[in-house]
């Protein structure tokens, strides 16, 4: 027993060490910018495969923060932006990643979501859901517009103050990213249209060509 741990903590070692540095990208929008009004302006100027995350910070229900960087140390990240728990195309989505949350990772992905929903609303989300990955917020909208996926409704702000950590009406698209532990974006689905997601059948499928 005591040598098949030395020998898996090995394998653990050895690829943690193959990953080399992050090399951060630049943010698309600094966090007090003005975001687009319309989702195709947003998925236009979005971040795409082959380009490099920013490096931000997101925060859980308790409101720790959570440096993107603390995420992809742990591995190749499947990084799920969402609209909210109000959302039942999002709800859809993260329902079928947890159905299929060890499949992913058994593919070498590790499964997080983000949101820009106020903190409390993300346990709701996780316990109505039963989510075995975590979810976490996006204060200020800084990540999704550092990122480029953020965008502005009006009609949004109204209903959606009690859930927002902003009044704008401000809130992502619903993208998914595969990020390598270098930063580098190497697998996007990026939608204007919020009724399109990615699925764990494509997510599993691009972790496989990444590997191969």
């Known amino acids: 027993m005591k040598k098949l741990l ?37 998925a236009a100027h979005a971040l795409k495969a082959g380009d490099r ?11 720790e ?3 993107l960087a603390s995420i992809l140390k742990k591995g190749t990240t499947v990084l799920i932006f969402y609209r909210g728990g109000w959302c039942p195309y999002c709800m859809g989505q993260l329902k ?20 820009t929903e106020k903190n409390a609303r993300l346990r709701e989300t996780a316990e109505k859901m039963k989510l075995s990955f975590p979810v976490y917020t996006d204060p200020g909208v800084a990540a999704s517009r550092a990122f480029g996926v953020a965008w502005a409704n009006a009609r949004y702000a109204k209903a959606l103050a009690n859930y927002q950590n902003n009044t704008r009406g401000e809130i992502p698209l619903g993208v998914t990213y595969i990020i390598d532990q270098e930063g580098k974006i190497r697998w996007a689905f ?3 249209n919020y009724k399109k997601r990615a699925t764990p059948e494509q997510v599993i499928k691009a972790l496989g060509d990444i590997d191969g």
Not at 7 to 35: M, N, T, Y
Request: hydrophobic share 50%; charged share 20%.
């Open 190 to 192: 990026l939608e204007d």
């Open 53 to 63: 995350v920013p490096e931000v910070v997101f925060e859980n229900a308790d409101g």
């Open 96 to 115: 079928k990643f947890q159905q299929q949350h060890e499949a992913i990772e058994e593919a070498g992905g590790h499964i997080v979501a983000v949101c």
């Open 65 to 67: 923060k959570v440096p």
């Open 6 to 42: 030395m020998v898996l903590l090995g394998i653990v070692f050895s690829a943690s060490a193959l990953a080399g540095p992050i090399e951060w990208g630049e943010p698309v929008q600094a966090k007090d910018a003005a975001v687009p009004t319309s989702a195709e302006a947003a």
